[in-house]
């Protein structure tokens, strides 16, 4: 069992210190997935680096540097940054309302300095920081107080509301299912569980009659029937099960899928890539690849677990969930089990924002592994 003194002589870590107690197994799972990614996006351009796969190494290579650079900060450092971070990210979301521009029917991107960003992306990580900040140290029945739950609600709801006015579904429910997973694991009472379950489902008609877009209930009735317009509205997800299901068990063989070579798979670089995946290597590379990601999942879960402070415990849960809602839904939209809705899979999928702050999340657990002895006394600001 770890002495006190010895927690306390790892509040004073070198660099070099840090930089050997970086989890490098766990980083090399995640240069496994983005190496995967690369090949996809270099098989989907015929053979080619450009247009996908150079741009995004570049941006993995950026990402390592920026998983490095926060595992080597402090986590006290980053819940003192967590409520500007937040400040931050949902000033950014306001900006994009303002000035953002379109692309394919939504208003998601703001540009900064010649740079395309997608504050979406930024506020589930930085959602994850201000919510963990917000719930360390509260006990289960401080948690379920009125005010308190308030408060936490209205961080997860204003930036919602934001996000699905883009309009951008996928990354509401994320945002949601984000900070409801985080109130949860603080130990929400039931009372409050139960009576918001049967609020969402009350809301349901609600939401379809006054907030999803035309395009939007299109996806859920083709979702229900996608035979009903297969040239159509079906096009994409009938596309998706092609290729996967073309791919059987072993798979056509590297640079050899016909669906995304042929231009009949839909966003083949973003958002259905994972389908040239299946396609390509068949349900048993398919099987491989989800392995991979569980295994990291796990080692996210693993960090949560050995964690000292409640801080460092939920910021590396929220991550982990975080990274798990991205490939759940993903994985279900192009197999067809729910309605398309845009996510991409994450290291995977062709996007600098979102590349970026995944391996900021990463950089993010990362810290809370490197940081692990550190307690943070109850009510801390966070700062050391």
Known sequence: MITRPYAAAKNRL???????????????????????????????????????????????????FILVAVAMIDIRIWMSLAYP??????????????????????????????????????????LV????????????????????LGIAMAMIGIPAIFVVLQPNLGTTLIIVADGCALLFLAGLSWYWITPALAAVATAVPLAWRFVLHDYQKARVMTFLDPDSDALGAGWNITQAKIAIGSGGLSGKGFLNGT?????????????????????????????ALLILFAVVIGYGLQIAMAARSQFGRLLAMGVTLNFFFYIMINGLMVMGL???????????????????????????????????????????????
């Open 14 to 64: 070198s660099i070099g210190d840090k930089m050997m107690d970086v989890n490098w197994g766990l980083v090399l799972l995640i240069a496994l997935l983005a190496s995967a990614g690369f090949a996809m996006l270099y098989s989907v351009a015929g053979g080619h680096f450009s247009p996908w796969a150079t741009p995004q190494i570049i941006r993995f290579i950026a990402g390592c």
């Open 259 to 287: 669906q995304s070579r042929l231009n009949f798979l839909p966003e083949k670089q973003t958002d259905f890539i994972f389908t040239n995946f299946g396609e390509e290597f068949g349900f048993v590379g398919s099987v």
């Open 129 to 148: 920081l201000a919510l963990a900040r917000f719930l360390h140290g509260k006990s289960v029945e401080e948690v379920s107080r009125p005010l308190s």
């Open 338 to 384: 729910i309605p398309v809705v845009g996510i991409p899979m994450p290291l995977l999928s062709y996007g600098g924002t979102a590349m970026l702050t995944v391996m900021f999340g990463f950089g993010l657990l990362m810290s809370v592994h490197v940081h692990r002895q550190v307690e943070i006394p109850r009510h801390s600001g966070g700062i050391i």
């Open 85 to 126: 971070a937040y400040a931050l990210a949902l000033l950014l979301l306001v900006a994009v309302v303002v000035a953002g521009h379109s692309g394919l029917g939504a208003q998601r991107w703001i540009n900064l300095g010649g740079v395309d960003l997608q504050p979406s992306e930024l506020m589930k990580v930085s």
